[in-house]
C-alpha cells in the first residue's frame, strides 16, 4: 500500500468505515473541545489493522465488506457473559439457532444458562444453515475486593539495597521488606514496579515501563546466593571473586554515591549463574523445573528462544538473518536446537526467578499480610523485544501508543511501544491477555495496571510521523474486563488501575462496576467542578488506592519545599518564568497545608525545618487516612525525606531516571537495614496505626524498632 496524501479531514465513508473497526475519527482533549483526526493517522491506523481504504474506492470496497461482514455473522469472534446470565451475543440469535458448548471444565451443553466461569467454545447452527464457531468467556460480576482496609509500601524495588544486594535491590530484599514490614509495621501489602524482563543493551533501557516481556520477569533480580545450587559450585575461589565484586558495586553506590549501574549487575550475576547452573538438579529440583516447562508451554520456548537468539543476533530481532523473524519459520527451528544449551539455560533462569518471586509473596502472607506483593503491569512492549517478537500477529505494524496533545504536553506523546490489534485478540479469545495475566497473578498478591484506560483505547502513532498525527483505537472493554475479573478472581487478587490523567467519560464508573480500584493522588484531588479547592476527605472515592505521590512525581519533601520546582528549571523544563512556577507551586502548598490545619490533622508543627516538614508529610497521611479509601499507600522514600523522584518524566540522560537508590532528606543512600530502624519511618507509621488501630509488630520483630523518643 502508498503512502497517503497529504492530511486532510475524513470523507463520510472512511468515517463509516473507521467506526466499524473501532478507529476514532476525532477525540476531546477537554470537555469543551473536539479536534478532528486526520484521514492519514485514520488510514494508517486502518492498514495496520490489515484494511485497505488508500482512495476513495478502496474505502467504499472495504466499507461494503465490513457492513457485509457483520450483517451475515451469527456470532462475533469472542462472546461474553457474566456468570449467572445469558450472554446477549446468543439471546440475539434467530430464533431455532442451536448450540454447543464446550467448556473450559471439560463438558458438552446445549444451553448458555448457569454456564461455569472459564474460556469456553460455542457453536451455533441457525435454522438456514449458517454456522459460527466463537469464543465464549464467562467471568464473574466482579472482581475480589481487597479483605478489609490497609496501608503499604510503594517502592521501586532496584531503588532499595540491603548490606546483601548485589548493587540494586532484588527478591531477597523484597522477601526481608515483607516479613519486616507485615510483622513489625503492620503494613497490608508492598507495591513495586515492574519486574518484566528488559531489552539488553549497551547500556541497557533502564526503564521498567518498555520491557522485552511483560510474560516473563528478569533475572536480574535474581538473589543469587538463595538459588539452592549456588552452594554447590566447585570453584569457591570464583565465588569469593564474585561475592568481592558485588560487594564493591553494593559499596559504590551506598557508601560512594554512584548510581545503579544496572548492566554491571547483571554482568556480575550473569557470571555467577553461568556457573550456578552447570550444577545438576537434584531429583525433586528437575520435576519441579519440568513441571514449570510443561506449565509455561510455547510461550516460555519463544521467550529463552529469542534471549539465545539475541546472544549471537543482537537484542533488535528486526535486524536479524530473515529466516529468524518469524518465530514459527523453519529457520528458527533450527537455530533452536543449534542453541538448545542456551535455550535451557533462559528457561531455568526463569523458573527460578518464578520462584523468588513466589517466595517474596509467601513471605509476604506468611508476615501476616492481607494483600502482599502488588506487582504492576506496564501498559506495553519494547517493539524489538520477545514479546513483539513471538506474538507478532498480535500487534499492530508501524505503530506505537502514545497520547495526543493535550493542556500539559502540546506535542502529544509517543512511547514506543507497539499496540495490540483489538481484531486479533478477539480472534483469539483475547488468550494473549488471558496467559499474561495468568502469569503475573501466579505470585501477586495483587496488580497494579499502568495506563489502565488502555483496555479501552489507545492512542496510536503512525511510525515516522508525530504524536499530534495519531487518532484512538478502541478495544472491547467488556472482553478485557471480562478477562481480568476472571484471571484476577481465579487468584483471588484485587486489580488497582492507574486512572491519573485525562479519562474519557464512563471509564472510572465501568471499572468500578467491575471491582477495579482506581488511584487517587493527594495533590491531584480538587472540587474540579466547584471552586477548586482541595477536595476534603469525605469527598474521595472508596474504591481506590491513595497515596501522597508516585514514583513520576515529586516525592512529598520535594513538594512542600518546592525543590521540584528548582530541579525542573535546572534542567530547562519550566514552561514558564521560574518565579510564575514558584508562586503556583507555593499556592498550591499553602492551600493543602491550610486545609491540613483546619481539620486538625497538622499536629507538631514548628520547631526546626526537618521537624515542621516531618510534621506536614505525617499531617499528609493523616489527610489520606480521613479519606474512605480502602488502601492507603506511603511511598517509602517518604518515610525517610527523599527529595528525588525517581523519574522525571520528559528527560532521558539529563537526569538520572530509574537509577537512583533510596535516600535520606540529605542525599545519602539508605539500606533496607537502615530503613528498618528509622525513627522517621517509625513515626510516620505511627501515624498510620494511631488511625487504623493496627496493633504493634510482634515480639520477635520489634528488636529493630527505636524506643520512644531515640533520635
Known amino acids: 500500500m502508498t503512502s497517503p496524501r497529504p492530511a486532510e479531514?475524513?470523507?463520510?465513508?472512511?468515517?463509516?468505515?473507521?467506526?466499524?473497526?473501532?478507529?476514532?475519527?476525532?477525540?476531546?482533549?477537554?470537555?469543551?473541545?473536539?479536534?478532528?483526526?486526520?484521514?492519514?493517522?485514520?488510514?494508517?491506523?486502518?492498514?495496520?489493522?490489515?484494511?485497505?481504504?488508500?482512495?476513495?474506492?478502496?474505502?467504499?470496497g472495504a466499507l461494503a465488506a465490513r457492513e457485509r461482514e457483520l450483517r451475515e455473522r451469527l456470532l462475533p469472534p469472542t462472546v461474553v457473559g457474566r456468570t449467572g446470565d445469558t450472554p446477549a451475543a446468543l439471546t440475539a440469535l434467530p430464533e431455532g439457532t442451536r448450540l454447543r458448548i464446550e467448556t473450559e471444565q471439560g463438558e458438552t451443553r446445549a444451553s448458555a444458562e448457569q454456564l461455569p466461569p472459564g474460556v469456553h467454545t460455542v457453536t451455533a447452527t441457525a435454522p438456514d444453515g449458517r454456522t459460527a464457531r466463537a469464543h465464549l468467556i464467562v467471568a464473574p460480576p466482579r472482581l475480589p475486593a481487597p479483605a478489609g482496609r490497609s496501608y503499604g509500601l510503594l517502592?521501586?524495588?532496584?531503588?532499595?539495597?540491603?548490606?546483601?544486594?548485589?548493587?540494586?535491590?532484588?527478591?531477597?530484599?523484597?522477601?526481608?521488606?515483607?516479613?519486616?514490614?507485615?510483622?513489625?509495621?503492620?503494613?497490608?501489602?508492598?507495591?513495586?514496579?515492574?519486574?518484566?524482563?528488559?531489552?539488553?543493551?549497551?547500556?541497557?533501557?533502564?526503564?521498567?515501563?518498555?520491557?522485552?516481556?511483560?510474560?516473563?520477569?528478569?533475572?536480574?533480580?535474581?538473589?543469587?546466593?538463595?538459588?539452592?545450587?549456588?552452594?554447590?559450585?566447585?570453584?569457591?575461589?570464583?565465588?569469593?571473586?564474585?561475592?568481592?565484586?558485588?560487594?564493591?558495586?553494593?559499596?559504590?553506590?551506598?557508601?560512594?554515591?554512584?548510581?545503579?549501574?544496572?548492566?554491571?549487575?547483571?554482568?556480575?550475576?550473569?557470571?555467577?549463574?553461568?556457573?550456578?547452573?552447570?550444577?545438576?538438579?537434584?531429583?525433586?529440583?528437575?520435576?519441579?523445573?519440568c513441571d514449570f516447562l510443561a506449565e509455561q508451554g510455547q510461550a516460555l520456548e519463544d521467550h529463552a528462544t529469542w534471549c539465545a537468539l539475541a546472544e549471537v543476533h543482537g537484542p533488535d530481532w528486526h535486524r536479524w538473518p530473515t529466516g529468524l523473524r518469524d518465530p514459527r519459520s523453519a529457520d528458527t527451528a533450527r537455530a533452536r536446537t543449534a542453541l538448545m544449551d542456551r535455550v535451557d539455560f533462559w528457561s531455568r533462569l526463569a523458573w527460578l526467578t518464578d520462584t523468588q518471586l513466589t517466595a517474596a509473596q509467601r513471605a509476604a502472607r506468611e508476615a501476616g499480610m492481607p494483600v502482599g506483593v502488588v506487582h504492576d503491569l506496564a501498559v506495553g512492549v519494547h517493539p524489538a523485544g520477545a514479546d513483539a517478537w513471538a506474538q507478532q500477529a498480535h500487534f499492530a505494524a508501524g505503530m506505537s501508543v502514545g497520547a495526543p496533545p493535550d493542556a500539559f504536553n502540546a506535542r502529544g506523546q509517543d512511547w514506543g511501544l507497539p499496540p495490540w490489534r483489538p481484531d486479533r485478540l478477539a480472534e483469539s479469545g483475547y488468550a494473549p491477555f488471558r496467559d499474561l495475566l495468568r502469569a503475573l497473578f501466579r505470585y501477586a498478591g495483587a496488580l497494579r495496571i499502568d495506563h489502565v484506560m488502555g483496555l479501552f483505547r489507545l492512542w496510536w502513532v503512525?511510525?515516522?510521523?508525530?504524536?499530534?498525527?495519531?487518532?484512538?483505537?478502541?478495544?472491547?472493554a467488556e472482553a478485557m474486563l471480562a478477562v481480568l475479573v476472571l484471571e484476577a478472581s481465579r487468584a483471588g487478587a484485587p486489580v488497582i488501575g492507574e486512572d491519573l490523567g485525562t479519562v474519557e467519560p464512563g471509564v472510572r464508573e465501568a471499572l468500578r462496576g467491575r471491582g477495579v480500584l482506581g488511584t487517587s493522588v493527594l495533590w491531584f484531588e480538587r472540587d474540579w467542578e466547584g471552586d477548586g479547592r482541595p477536595l476534603p476527605p469525605d469527598g474521595w472515592r472508596a474504591d481506590c488506592l491513595a497515596t501522597a505521590t508516585t514514583h513520576d512525581l515529586p516525592p512529598t519533601a520535594a513538594r512542600l519545599t518546592g525543590e521540584h520546582v528548582e530541579l525542573r528549571d535546572g534542567l530547562g523544563l519550566l514552561t514558564r518564568p521560574l518565579e510564575e512556577e514558584r508562586a503556583e507551586a507555593a499556592a498550591d502548598t499553602a492551600e493543602w497545608l491550610s486545609e491540613l490545619t483546619r481539620l486538625g490533622l497538622l499536629n507538631g508543627a514548628g520547631g526546626t525545618d526537618s521537624s515542621t516538614e516531618e510534621a506536614e508529610i505525617q499531617a499528609v497521611h493523616r489527610f489520606l487516612l480521613r479519606t474512605p479509601a480502602r488502601m492507603i499507600g506511603v511511598w517509602l522514600p517518604d518515610a525517610v525525606g527523599d527529595r528525588r523522584p525517581q523519574n522525571l518524566p520528559g528527560t532521558w540522560d539529563q537526569y538520572p531516571n530509574w537509577r537512583l537508590p533510596v535516600a535520606d532528606a540529605q542525599g545519602k543512600p539508605t539500606t533496607l537495614e537502615e530503613l528498618a530502624a528509622s525513627p522517621r519511618l517509625h513515626a510516620l507509621i505511627d501515624v498510620l496505626r494511631e488511625r487504623s488501630g493496627t496493633a504493634a509488630g510482634n515480639e520477635p520483630g520489634e528488636a529493630g524498632r527505636p524506643e520512644e523518643g531515640e533520635g
Open 9 to 60: 479531514p475524513c470523507t463520510e465513508e472512511l468515517s463509516r468505515l473507521a467506526a466499524l473497526h473501532g478507529v476514532a475519527t476525532s477525540y476531546s482533549p477537554s470537555p469543551d473541545r473536539t479536534v478532528a483526526a486526520s484521514a492519514t493517522a485514520v488510514t494508517l491506523a486502518l492498514a495496520a489493522l490489515g484494511v485497505d481504504a488508500d482512495g476513495p474506492e478502496a474505502v467504499r
Open 462 to 476: 503512525p511510525q515516522g510521523r508525530p504524536p499530534t498525527e495519531g487518532t484512538y483505537v478502541r478495544y472491547d
Open 155 to 289: 517502592v521501586q524495588l532496584y531503588s532499595l539495597l540491603s548490606r546483601r544486594s548485589w548493587g540494586m535491590g532484588d527478591l531477597g530484599d523484597l522477601g526481608e521488606l515483607a516479613g519486616w514490614a507485615g510483622r513489625v509495621l503492620g503494613a497490608g501489602f508492598l507495591q513495586v514496579n515492574p519486574l518484566h524482563a528488559a531489552v539488553p543493551g549497551a547500556p541497557t533501557d533502564p526503564s521498567p515501563y518498555r520491557p522485552s516481556s511483560r510474560r516473563f520477569p528478569d533475572p536480574v533480580h535474581l538473589r543469587v546466593e538463595e538459588v539452592p545450587e549456588f552452594a554447590y559450585v566447585e570453584d569457591r575461589d570464583r565465588v569469593r571473586a564474585l561475592l568481592e565484586r558485588a560487594g564493591r558495586l553494593r559499596e559504590a553506590v551506598l557508601d560512594k554515591g554512584a548510581l545503579i549501574d544496572r548492566d554491571a549487575v547483571w554482568e556480575l550475576k550473569r557470571e555467577a549463574l553461568e556457573l550456578v547452573l552447570r550444577v545438576p538438579l537434584g531429583p525433586g529440583r528437575r520435576a519441579a523445573y
